[in-house]
């Protein structure tokens, strides 16, 4: 007897290629498929692991026409915001499958879109939040969320260009910071009041093409600079503000629409979730299912969703944590890494370098991931102490 299989080998055009990317590209190779790594710089760490690479600036529209035309993928996974992704809704026209689709991609890189359609479309509970595109209107937009309040770029990596306003003399340093964070051509911040909350969380929500939304156990982070610092999984929550979360998650994502893993990331308060951003892809906090917390990681997760490959169930296996290792200074030398002996003499640890050409102040390099019956508390503190054995020179 013989039995005919659908080819499932697609060729898959990722447009950013960091250490998500890379691990990313490692997930869809172990189900065959073909990935052409994109970047504005060579050596990107999902390049190094890539069947092929292009760089290019992605937010040159002609530049991604002529990469899309050359190469032909059936899917287009974009991993950073600063893409020109008005773009996708012709590639989808041109019938390239776009993760998780054109209107979520391009929704999603712009925080005021994504904003609205949470707040005024979806209708979950978000904090009180107003935009500017000058320093008078952050001013007047602070005047309505109060002091303290929070502004962000609309479009930055990572948490860059985020700061809190306490007093009137910070809110020129926040524009100007902001400034300098925002990532693309789009100059505009929102301003969002202050939410006295307890904890934040990711709550990393899976939609499939055939198959139910699936929610991985709550990740909860710290963060500084506007970038996460540690994450471990689960977070001790409660279950009412957690089905809260994954009820407005599961809104959200899909009035979005497509397949794939989000990123959702909420404010956890006494009185219940406030929805805060969305990624439609792997999240940094979300590293720390490399640590085996559960029986498929975010990358795993990932490229089955967006390939249509089942996933019957996200099963908790143990408990974990991630802490980041950073470099202090900026050097075009290739680095290397110092200390991994002493790091992984750890019990339950384990050390994943990224391949970053080359380092900056605070640049994300490695991250330590500790795993285990301890808890999360203990996790944290154990990642954290392998981290700190490692230096970048």
Known sequence: MFHYFCSMNKKILLLGSGELGKEFVIACQRYGQHVVAVDSYAGAPAMQVA???????????????????????????????????????DYEQQGIQVVPSAKAANFTMNRKAIRDLASKDVGVRTATYRYATSFEELAAGVEVCGIPCVVKPLMSSS??????????????????????????????????????????????????????????????????????????????????????????????????????????????????????????????????????????????LHARAILGLPIPKIEHLQNGASAVVLTSESSDQAPHFVGLEDALSVENTEIRIFGKPSTRPYRRMAVALAFGTESVEDLVEKAKLTAAKIQVK
């Not at 760089?55 to 059936?74: C, F, Q, S, T, Y």
Request: glycine share 8%; hydrophobic share 35%; with cysteine.
């Open 51 to 89: 069947d092929d690479f292009e760089v290019i600036n992605m937010l040159d529209g002609a530049e991604l026409d002529r990469i899309v035309a050359k190469h032909h993928p059936d899917l287009i996974v974009p991993e950073i915001e600063a893409i020109r992704t008005e773009r996708f809704y």
């Open 159 to 300: 948490g860059k260009g985020q700061s809190v306003i306490k007093s009137e003399e910070d809110i020129q340093k926040a524009w100007d910071y902001a400034m300098e964070g925002s990532r693309g051509d789009l100059k505009e911040v929102i301003v969002e009041g202050f939410i006295d909350f307890d904890y934040e969380i990711t709550l990393l929500t899976v939609t499939q093409k055939n198959g139910e939304t699936l929610f991985c156990p709550p990740i909860g982070h710290r963060q500084e600079r506007g970038d996460y610092q540690e994450s471990w999984q689960p977070m001790p929550m409660n279950q009412e503000h957690l089905a809260e979360a994954q009820e407005m998650a599961a809104k959200v994502t899909s009035a979005l629409g497509g397949a794939g893993i989000w990123g959702v990331e909420f404010f956890i308060t006494k009185e219940g979730a406030y929805f805060s951003e969305l990624s439609p892809r792997p999240h940094d906090t979300g590293m720390v299912t490399l640590a085996g917390t559960q029986n498929l990681s975010e990358f795993e």
